[in-house]
């Protein structure tokens, strides 16, 4: 479990949508969470997905529009991302749990083993 990929990253306007996915081999056996790092500030947790999809975690500020789901049958996980707007552009990373559960605190990078080379997300008119 080495090898994880971002998909989906770009520029859109304030209010609109993106769907990002991460792919990575065996993903289906564990949690995966989505991350952001805006230039000059720390890498903070978006959203999280336990492996069988029934735990979720959601940071307060994406709550709502954000969306996090994973496809067993295509081993990926996708982040909707909806009413987007400025504080939302960031570099977003997909990450790898140690295991099937969310992590205590997922959204903490140092909970995290795998990590994706991350997308660029710009909301910009």
């Known amino acids: 479990q080495s090898q994880v990929a971002e998909f989906g990253g770009g520029l859109v306007q304030p209010g609109g949508s993106l769907r990002l996915s991460c792919a990575a081999s065996?993903?289906?056996?564990?949690?995966i969470g989505w991350f952001r790092q805006a230039p000059g500030k720390e890498r903070l947790g978006v959203a999280a997905i336990s492996s069988g999809g029934g735990t979720i975690y959601y940071r307060p500020s994406v709550e709502g529009r954000f969306t996090i789901s994973r496809d067993s049958a295509k081993n990926t996980v996708y982040l909707q991302m909806n009413s987007l707007n400025a504080e939302d552009t960031a570099v977003y990373y997909c990450?790898?749990?140690?295991?099937?559960?969310?992590?205590?605190?997922?959204?903490?990078?140092?909970?995290?083993?795998?990590w994706g080379q991350g997308t660029q997300v710009t909301v910009s008119s």
């Open positions: 065996r993903l289906n056996n564990y949690a």
């Open positions: 990450a790898v749990a140690e295991g099937p559960q969310l992590p205590i605190s997922p959204g903490y990078p140092e909970d995290y083993v795998y």
